[in-house]
């Protein structure tokens, strides 16, 4: 399993980034393949398709943030999205 947008979106928040900001590291990563662009299944066909990432899904991401919704991320990957993010190594 690699690295997820909403891993990528929850780091962003985390480091209080904006929703601009981690939408456009988001998709560079994904055409880097950097990050992983999971399918997403047509109903009732099933035929895999890819989703397109938009400000909803940041929006939605941040208010699940802000309800302590929480989301896996490894510390071993806390580099990784901050070289994604732009976030300077501390």
């Known amino acids: 399993m690699?690295?997820?947008p909403?891993?990528?979106a929850y780091r962003g928040f985390q480091c209080g980034l904006s929703n601009a900001r981690i939408l456009n590291?988001?998709?560079r990563a994904l055409n880097e393949g950097r990050v992983n662009r999971p399918p997403f299944t047509r109903w009732?066909?099933?035929?895999?398709i890819?989703?397109?990432?938009g400000e909803s899904h940041l929006t939605n991401w941040r208010h699940q943030y802000e309800d302590g919704v929480s989301v896996d991320l490894p510390a071993e990957l806390t580099e990784v999205?901050?070289?994604?993010l732009g976030v300077p190594r501390t």
Do not use: A, E
């Open 2 to 4: 690699g690295i997820t």
């Open 44 to 48: 009732p066909g099933g035929d895999p």
């Open 25 to 27: 590291r988001i998709h």
């Open 50 to 53: 890819s989703v397109q990432f």
């Open 81 to 84: 999205l901050n070289d994604i």
């Open 6 to 8: 909403v891993q990528v």
